[in-house]
């Protein structure tokens, strides 16, 4: 079993949708939590962290389920400008342990 | 504040070459993680330097080396390249929150490579 597991996508969708990403982890000891976006040849930047049971941000809610090792992003009212590849990011330690990236999911919103 | 950069941005090289990438870390942060991602995949991490001490490292042969500097620069060497290295190299520095356990981690825009 991999070690970060993402929906494949991609997932194309018409602007002003709901869509929601899901992503499994291996390691039950896992302590961090991560969503990163990546734009078309840049590198990923954090879109939120998700360190308990999960948090909100403007149109971007984040889940984290410990007992089923299971993270969710959902993205209300899509728009144009979140085109991109989620990708699911776990820290398996606390502090600088190097980060675990799932392969990525991409989404095309579609005007 | 500039944050991470790397050097160069894209670059072209032949199998058998090898190249050397440099990243500099976000002012402050003594801790540079490299990771390569290849196309279509999720980046992997190669190995981490602290102190000028490799301190962890992933499942990468050692054609992969690299070297951290005093003022936490650091360089990620990679000998006899060969097709399957052609992917972009992204360099992270971080530090750690005091008492929180967590870290903040930037990425720089990475280094693309091509082996031909």
């Known amino acids: 079993r991999k070690e970060v597991e993402q929906d494949p996508g991609p997932f194309n969708v018409p602007e002003g949708a709901t869509v929601a990403f899901n992503c499994t982890y291996s390691?039950?000891?896992?302590?961090?939590f991560f969503w990163y976006r990546q734009d078309c040849r840049k590198e990923p930047k954090l879109l939120m962290s998700?360190?308990?049971s999960g948090n909100e941000d403007g149109r971007f809610t984040a889940q984290l389920n410990r007992a089923s090792q299971y993270i969710s992003l959902l993205i209300r009212d899509s728009k144009l400008s979140d085109s991109a590849t989620y990708l699911c990011?776990?820290?398996?330690?606390?502090?600088?342990?190097?980060?675990?990236f799932g392969k990525g999911t991409r989404l095309s919103v579609i005007a | 504040d500039a944050g991470v950069t790397q050097s160069p941005t894209h670059l072209i090289k032949t199998r058998g070459q090898q190249v050397t990438l440099r990243c500099s870390p976000k002012s402050g942060h003594d801790t540079v993680s490299w990771y390569q991602q290849a196309l279509g995949q999720g980046p992997q991490f190669i190995f981490q330097?602290?102190?000028?001490?490799?301190?962890q490292r992933g499942n990468f042969p050692d054609r992969f080396s690299g070297h951290q500097f005093p003022n936490y620069s650091s360089e990620l060497n990679v000998n006899a390249l060969l097709l399957g290295d052609s992917a972009l190299y992204l360099c992270a520095s971080s530090l750690p929150l005091p008492g929180t356990g967590r870290n903040t981690i930037y990425f720089g825009e990475g280094s693309w490579l091509t082996v031909v």
């Open positions: 390691n039950s000891a896992s302590q961090s």
């Open positions: 990011v776990v820290n398996p330690n606390s502090g600088n342990t190097p980060l675990v």
């Open positions: 330097y602290y102190e000028e001490e490799e301190r």
């Open positions: 998700v360190y308990s």
